[in-house]
């Protein structure tokens, strides 16, 4: 299906657009909660007076105020992007559906593919492995422990390169939603509630996962 491929690259395109829109936005918010909320400053909400009701003469006002009212500005942005990039990725998510190819028995023995009647990958198949845990990190909290081998994060599983494409899909807009992590673990499946949020690293989960 050739229009259905088309459709797909170009909301991934998209997709990774507003990522990149994203980021930046969350870059610019941190910088300005970061001068906000340093020591001996008032943050979002202090009063800029004394108790005279003097401006206050050991902060910088005007920068204050102008870091206040731009992170307003770019926590509604934020709000607005992260609603488009959920649309998009409802939409991928459809057009993914319509897509999934199947392969004939000559394509895969040209390319290595399973051909189509061939068995499935197991459903406790791991897809990753976690190589690095950040310390603090929602992972961390969560229980994850390096060398934990994913099988599934909520209903996604499956073979590693289809499995992180959906990770990285469902990723951002999951902040604050409690799903289930399952790992194997010394050659048992364990079960972890993972909660992706924002923390003080990069990224909403604070681990790094392995292709396998």
Same mark, same amino acid.
């Given at each position: 299906? @050739?229009?259905?491929?088309?459709?797909?690259?170009? $909301?991934?395109?998209?997709?990774?657009?507003?990522?990149?829109?994203?980021?930046?936005? =969350?870059?610019?918010?941190?910088?300005? !909660?970061?001068?906000?909320?340093?020591?001996? /400053?008032?943050? =979002?909400?202090?009063?800029? *007076?004394?108790?005279?009701?003097?401006?206050?003469? %050991? @902060?910088?006002?005007?920068?204050?105020?102008? %870091?206040?009212?731009?992170?307003? =500005? $770019?926590?509604?942005?934020?709000?607005?992007?992260?609603?488009? !990039?959920?649309?998009?990725?409802?939409?991928?998510?459809? +057009?993914?559906?319509?897509? *999934?190819?199947?392969?004939?028995?000559?394509?895969? +023995?040209?390319?290595?593919?399973?051909?189509?009647? #061939?068995? +499935?990958?197991?459903?406790?198949?791991?897809?990753?492995?976690? %190589? /690095?845990? #950040? &310390?603090?990190?929602?992972?961390?909290?969560?229980?994850?422990?390096?060398?934990?081998? @994913?099988?599934?994060?909520? %209903?996604?599983?499956?073979?590693? #390169?289809? &499995?992180?494409?959906?990770?990285?899909?469902?990723?951002?807009?999951?902040?604050?939603?409690?799903?289930? !992590? @399952?790992?194997?673990?010394?050659?048992? !499946?364990?079960?972890?509630?993972?909660?992706?949020?924002?923390?003080?690293?990069?990224?909403?989960?604070?681990?790094?996962?392995?292709?396998?």
């Amino acid at each position: 299906m @050739v229009a259905a491929s088309v459709d797909v690259s170009e $909301l991934k395109k998209r997709i990774f657009e507003i990522q990149a829109q994203k980021d930046t936005v =969350e870059a610019e918010m941190d910088a300005c !909660l970061a001068r906000l909320n340093a020591p001996g /400053q008032p943050g =979002e909400t202090e009063p800029l *007076v004394d108790r005279e009701g003097f401006p206050r003469d %050991d @902060v910088d006002i005007p920068q204050i105020r102008t %870091d206040r009212k731009r992170v307003i =500005e $770019l926590r509604n942005d934020h709000k607005g992007i992260m609603k488009q !990039l959920g649309e998009l990725l409802t939409q991928l998510h459809a +057009a993914v559906k319509h897509e *999934v190819p199947r392969p004939s028995a000559a394509d895969a +023995a040209q390319t290595g593919a399973a051909p189509p009647d #061939a068995p +499935a990958a197991p459903a406790t198949a791991p897809f990753a492995v976690i %190589d /690095q845990v #950040a &310390a603090d990190s929602p992972a961390q909290a969560a229980g994850v422990q390096l060398g934990d081998r @994913v099988v599934a994060v909520g %209903d996604i599983r499956g073979p590693p #390169a289809e &499995a992180f494409e959906r990770v990285a899909a469902w990723l951002p807009t999951a902040e604050g939603v409690k799903v289930a !992590l @399952v790992v194997e673990r010394e050659g048992r !499946l364990v079960t972890l509630a993972l909660v992706p949020r924002r923390w003080g690293g990069r990224g909403l989960l604070g681990c790094h996962m392995k292709p396998l």
